[in-house]
């Protein structure tokens, strides 16, 4: 019996949120040394140890074509450097509670020096107006859009990791500050407009 429209949206649903996974754990397991999961297949009755680049591909492959690709396990795998995908992904919650955990302590210092908010990429506080009126840190120069992204859609009801998966799968820069954290900073004033000037740095002059 073939799938229907509703399971076939879905599963496809499921691999999307699959590849903003992957994309995360690779973030922060490959500069460690692992070049990818590792998976038991019952149809093989064995580990099937799988590259970064190879499960993207696969998972993109059934996400258009909605077929699953043949095996194609590395040639001998070192298994010490594959990791599952349950240990991913604990891995990198818990990378993700550090960064909150850190995020939170640096927001708490920045309200008591008068609330003013802290650029989410360097950590330095950013001049009177913050993100309403600047569009680039003017100490590390990165542009701010990330973070007025991520507080309009936290104004909108957004979770933190879907706005964290988003941002990540659009392929921002990694920030120092978790995202919906500096949103959570602007709680209780107006929710930041998402149009900002493209030219300068400054988006209207300070009265």
Sequence with gaps: MLPSVEERDERRDDIRRDLADLA???????????????????????DHYVSWDLLRDNLEFTLETGETRVHEPAHEPDPALY????????????VEDSRRAEAERRLKESRRAGGRPLCAFCGERLPEGGYEAWNYCPR??????????ATYLYHRGWPARSIEELLA???????????????????????????????????????
Excluded at 83 to 94: F, I, K, L, N, T
Excluded at 140 to 149: D, N, Q, Y
Excluded at 177 to 206: I, T
């Design 24 to 46: 995360i754990f690779r973030k922060y397991l490959e500069p460690k040394g692992f070049r990818g999961i590792v998976y038991y297949c019952a149809d093989c009755d064995e």
């Design 83 to 94: 990791v599952s995908w349950e240990y991913a992904r604990g891995y990198a919650d818990g």
């Design 140 to 149: 590390c120069g990165e542009s701010l859009a990330p973070v007025r992204l």
């Design 169 to 207: 799968r659009a392929g921002f820069k990694e920030t120092i500050l978790a995202l919906p954290l500096v949103a959570l900073h602007e709680e209780g004033r107006r929710p930041l407009p998402v149009k900002g000037a493209s030219k300068g740095k400054r988006k209207r002059s300070q009265a």
